[in-house]
């Protein structure tokens, strides 16, 4: 099964970054597709970005030009780097994984590997 551990969040002040780690186990993350998402304080979860196996990355319109994800094959490890951060960015922020490539990228639902999460918190 697919394990996945997050990493690397922290309180940062209003225009801060962070990069937060996701290191995978029990499968090459280059055979899956490789998400981060965040859960608002209403409780939904929302995709911020997205890797799928060819590398290709989309990004929800509130990351687009401040956060970048990236996937290191060797260290089967899936980063995100967050510049420019807002109070608005402030979650708990989820890496998850899913053997299947169709479905909406940005609907929790077509993932069936979580981590546990890792609290970004900015103000």
């Known amino acids: 099964d697919v394990q996945l551990v997050e990493s690397g969040g922290d309180s940062v002040q209003i225009g801060g970054s962070l990069s937060l780690s996701c290191v995978a186990s029990g499968s090459s993350i280059n055979s899956l597709r490789m998400a981060w998402f965040r859960q608002l304080p209403g409780g939904k979860r929302e995709g911020v970005a997205v890797v799928e196996s060819d590398a290709h990355t989309t990004y929800a319109d509130s990351a687009k030009g401040r956060f970048t994800v990236s996937a290191d094959n060797a260290n089967n490890t899936l980063y995100l780097r967050m510049n420019s951060l807002k109070p608005d960015d402030s979650a708990m922020y989820y890496c998850?994984?899913?053997?299947?490539?169709?479905?909406?990228?940005?609907?929790?639902?077509?993932?069936?590997?979580w981590g546990r999460g890792t609290q970004v918190t900015v103000s």
């Open positions: 998850a994984a899913s053997p299947f490539f169709f479905g909406t990228w940005s609907n929790p639902v077509n993932y069936k590997h």
